[in-house]
């Protein structure tokens, strides 16, 4: 009786001698072996056989590499919290709130997905935006708070628009909404970025915003071609665009290219006559070679082109043909496509 008490008080005694050589506490039960080598205790990360994964914190980039008492203030790895916030200062003044990893990664702390993150709130990085640096918008004592910004134009753009005289921004009372004339795609305020409303190209290209806006305030004007260049369709000779009754869309006949000069009138194919297609494609190259009458685009030629040497042979062609005339009208009455 007395043996056997002697063996269980040792063996207790052996229990409490071991326990107590624990470190970590009674509670830890991973093997040590787990963890450490029999050439000491200091741990080998890169050998470590533990799988921290299985705490619920993956040890991934910088973590992978940080000493275990960085993160573990005492050897019962107890109480460890795993918000970047408990670990890291946060020195954006919480202009950003607390979640690091919304725009860092274990892996360092360069941002990468800016414009993703912009997009997120509402501001898309484009044009001139996508190539700026951060502290160009959010300015601090410190350049690492990034204090909300408005989104309107103006919150950045005042001072470019106070400054603006060609034309006065602020004198014809502008919008302040930038985006009205300017492109947001745009890398500068000036070319196809201004007005790219109405692109301003070749004879729009015009450095006078007065010439096409007559108002001080700059209001919108139509886009018709008529609003501006009524004078030169009342004007126009050659041809007479009023007595012909032209279109008063300019762009039918003439590009913005300056000087007027007419594109091949494609309407004409359907409105009248096939003169850019079929078998008059390429046989004439004025107006004037068909509308022979000056003045009067309404009255035309057949016969100027298919001329009276060829009236012998033109008869001959037609012989039997009851309504047959050698005259402009007959012509274009049976070939009113310029088929055969």
């Avoid at 993160?71 to 790895?77: D, I």
């Avoid at 502290?135 to 350049?143: A, F, I, L, P, W």
């Avoid at 015009?206 to 305030?217: T, V």
């Avoid at 003169?275 to 100027?304: E, L, V």
């Amino acid at each position: 009786m007395m043996r056997n008490l002697l063996i269980a008080c040792l063996f207790c005694f052996q229990t409490y001698f071991c326990l107590a050589q624990n470190t970590h506490g009674s509670n830890f039960k991973i093997d040590c072996k787990a963890c450490h080598t029999a050439d000491g205790w200091k741990i080998n990360l890169n050998k470590l056989s533990f799988n921290h994964d299985s705490t619920g914190f993956a040890l991934e980039g910088e973590h992978k590499r940080t000493d275990c008492k960085a993160c573990h203030l005492n050897l019962l790895f107890t109480g460890t919290k795993s918000t970047c916030a408990d670990c890291h200062k946060n020195v954006h003044g919480m202009q950003v709130g607390n979640d690091c990893a919304r725009c860092h990664t274990a892996k360092s702390w360069l941002v990468d997905n800016i414009p993703e993150l912009h997009e997120q709130n509402g501001f898309p990085l484009t044009g001139a935006h996508k190539i700026l640096a951060c502290v160009d918008c959010h300015k601090s004592e410190t350049n690492l708070r990034w204090d909300r910004v408005g989104n309107e134009c103006v919150s950045c753009h005042k001072e470019d628009y106070d400054k603006t005289t060609q034309p006065n921004h602020k004198l014809s009372g502008f919008s302040t909404e930038c985006v009205e004339c300017h492109e947001p795609i745009s890398t500068s305020w000036g070319n196809s970025n201004f007005h790219y409303f109405y692109p301003l190209t070749q004879g729009h290209s015009i450095k006078d915003c007065k010439l096409c806006h007559k108002s001080a305030d700059y209001k919108v004007i139509s886009t018709d071609c008529i609003s501006c260049h009524l004078n030169d369709y009342n004007n126009a000779v050659s041809p007479n665009h009023k007595s012909a009754s032209f279109s008063t869309n300019c762009s039918e006949c003439h590009t913005t290219a300056p000087g007027w000069v007419a594109t091949d009138y494609k309407q004409h194919d359907a409105l009248s006559f096939p003169i850019n297609s079929g078998r008059h494609k390429g046989t004439w190259n004025a107006c004037t070679d068909c509308h022979t009458t000056p003045g009067d685009y309404k009255m035309f030629s057949c016969i100027t082109c298919h001329e009276h040497s060829n009236k012998t042979k033109l008869d001959k062609d037609h012989d039997g043909e009851r309504d047959y005339k050698y005259e402009s009208n007959a012509c274009y009455k049976c070939h009113p496509k310029g088929e055969n």
